[in-house]
């Protein structure tokens, strides 16, 4: 069964600022990357460039421009020093809600090597804790919904 990620413009962000943090990027394969973060195709144009217009803006991003190979201009994005520092934190804000979103979870464990030790078991408990809940309600819907053998049913009728 694939997993279903819910996402959210933090979690776009962290993907795209997350995706600048080994190397600097292009914007068509910054698209790509954080496509591939989700499982699917591309992340779409107009959630990526205007994500990246903002963080050059908060100065989370420095932007450099490039020869390409048909003469074109690219666009190269490299994270800065600020933009590590936010990413960090937000990484390292792990809500009860966050726990909740599989991509918010998966990303983080994706990072983890960014993060302390401390830190990633604060984001493994969270999630057990969660899971556990979730299990729990999950056994009372079933209980609840329970087939009853023909038998049963028919009794209940009577």
């Known amino acids: 069964m694939p997993v279903t990620i819910v996402t959210d413009t ?3 962000e962290l993907v795209i600022l997350g995706a600048m943090l080994r190397a600097p ?3 068509y394969a910054l698209k790509k990357m954080a496509g591939l973060t989700y499982g699917g195709r591309a992340m779409h144009p107009n959630v990526v460039y205007p994500l990246l217009k903002k963080f050059v803006h908060n100065g ?3 932007q450099t421009s490039t020869p ?3 003469g074109q201009t690219r666009k190269q994005y490299h994270i800065t020093a600020s933009g590590k520092k936010y990413l960090l934190e937000q990484l390292s804000t792990f ?4 726990a909740s979103n599989n991509g918010a979870f998966l990303l983080r464990v994706a990072l983890f090597d960014v993060l302390s030790k401390p830190k990633q078991l604060k984001v493994l408990e969270a999630r057990r804790l969660f899971l556990i ?3 729990e309600e999950l056994a009372m819907l079933a209980e609840a919904a329970a087939p009853m053998p023909f ?5 209940d009728r009577v």
């Open 10 to 12: 933090i979690v776009n």
């Open 25 to 27: 990027v292009y914007g």
């Open 60 to 62: 989370w991003v420095h």
């Open 68 to 70: 390409g190979e048909r």
């Open 95 to 98: 809500t009860e809600r966050d």
């Open 133 to 135: 809940s979730r299990a």
């Open 151 to 155: 038998g049963g049913i028919a009794l």
